[in-house]
């Protein structure tokens, strides 16, 4: 009820929308009488058709200029600025433009698909028409009784829920035709691939086949051939047999020639050697004499030599001592040497340094009249001249 209440108009607004809806009903009937069944033989057909599509090019030239237009400014934005709400903004604008262009896009190809000179155009057109003509006449008759338009809305819903219907069942089409589409290119692609595998298949039996006959030949070839290379090589082998056992026969016979001649040589060879040791015995009786005797020989002169060592180690010891305390006894004098030579250095030092010392307290005396060098007085001039006499002398 509420709901009905805030769709009642008032009296004023419902006399006003039911004459708006009048004139509507009136203009629709007026158009629906003077509308031909078809554009197709009127001689401004073409006319009417590049007018038509004029307006839809124009329109769509006007979306896509607006469109770049957009495109520039967001990257002009993108570039200048990093304002998030200033880049979001031109992000929307090129969004909502581009939906536009999308949606204009495809009313200008269904326009282009459809010919507006045939009868089933001008028949849709007459179907609307009527459509709306119709519940526009209920919603004036509502509105004058009842002061609503509840008839409107319910008719809004009933078209909306119709073109939706319509809408499925075309996308459900459209999903039919390229399902359709897609499995029978699979079937196409199948088709192709079991032709080419049975064409391989046939090309691999004939392949086969061809094997198959040149094994054959080849095995009888062979068979024939093995055959003939068995009896050659039997004979071969027969040959051989009997070359073999003659040269076997002459091999034994030269091994027993060699075999009497060894047993002559190792007869000669074992009384040659038996001779031999026993000249090697002598001459080993005769060596080790003379081995013993070089060794006494040699023990003795080891002997002398290791009392000669010791004798000389000892001698050696001797003089090493001496010669210690020869070098302590020379390294004292050096010493005391050394002590004497420095002594004397030093007097002499000390001697020159008393005799700079004395010249130079004279010349002090001298110059500043000390003691006998002192300046005697004017009235003793007889004594002064004798002194003078005697610094001459």
Not at 345 to 373: P, T
């Amino acid at each position: 009820m509420s709901t009905m209440e805030e769709r009642l108009l008032r009296a004023v607004d419902a006399i006003h929308c039911a004459t708006v809806f009048e004139d509507c009903v009136d203009q629709l009937a007026i158009l629906g009488r003077i509308m031909p069944a078809s554009f197709e033989f009127r001689p401004d057909a073409q006319e009417i058709v590049r007018s038509e599509i004029d307006q839809l090019v124009d329109g769509q030239q006007q979306l896509e200029n607006k469109f770049q237009s957009a495109l520039e400014t967001k990257a002009a934005l993108n570039s200048k600025t990093k304002n998030s709400a200033k880049l979001r903004a031109a992000s929307e604008g090129v969004n909502t433009i581009g939906g536009d262009l999308k949606n204009s896009t495809h009313v200008f190809g269904r326009s282009l698909r459809q010919n507006p000179l045939t009868t089933d155009n001008i028949q849709k057109i007459q179907d609307d028409r009527g459509f709306v003509e119709v519940v526009m006449t209920s919603t004036m008759a509502e509105l004058a009784q009842n002061r609503s338009f509840e008839t409107l809305v319910k008719a809004v819903r009933a078209a909306k829920q119709r073109k939706a219907s319509l809408q499925m069942t075309i996308q459900k089409e459209e999903d039919g035709r390229k399902r359709v589409k897609q499995l029978q290119k699979q079937i196409q692609d199948v088709k192709v691939e079991k032709e080419s595998e049975l064409q391989q298949r046939n090309e691999m039996i004939s392949h086969l086949k061809d094997q198959l006959q040149e094994m054959k030949a080849k095995s009888n070839m062979e068979g024939k051939y093995i055959k003939k290379c068995a009896e050659v090589a039997v004979a071969q082998t027969q040959k051989r047999c009997m070359l073999s056992e003659k040269e076997l026969k002459d091999e034994a016979e030269k091994l027993t020639n060699k075999i009497d001649e060894e047993n002559r040589a190792n007869a000669e060879i074992e009384s040659y050697l038996r001779a031999h040791v026993s000249d090697l015995t002598k001459k080993q009786e005769y060596w080790m004499e003379k081995f013993e005797k070089d060794k006494d020989a040699k023990q003795h002169e080891l002997d002398v030599l290791k009392a000669s060592k010791a004798n000389d180690l000892a001698r050696l010891q001797e003089l090493t001592k001496l010669y210690k305390e020869y070098e302590q006894v020379v390294v004292e004098d050096r010493i005391e040497k050394e002590k004497v030579r420095r002594k004397e250095e030093q007097e002499g030092i000390e001697l020159r340094a008393c005799i700079k010392l004395q010249a130079w307290w004279r010349g002090v005396m001298v110059r500043k009249g000390f003691g006998a060098f002192a300046k005697k007085k004017k009235g003793k001039k007889g004594k002064g001249k004798k002194g003078k006499g005697k610094k001459k002398k």
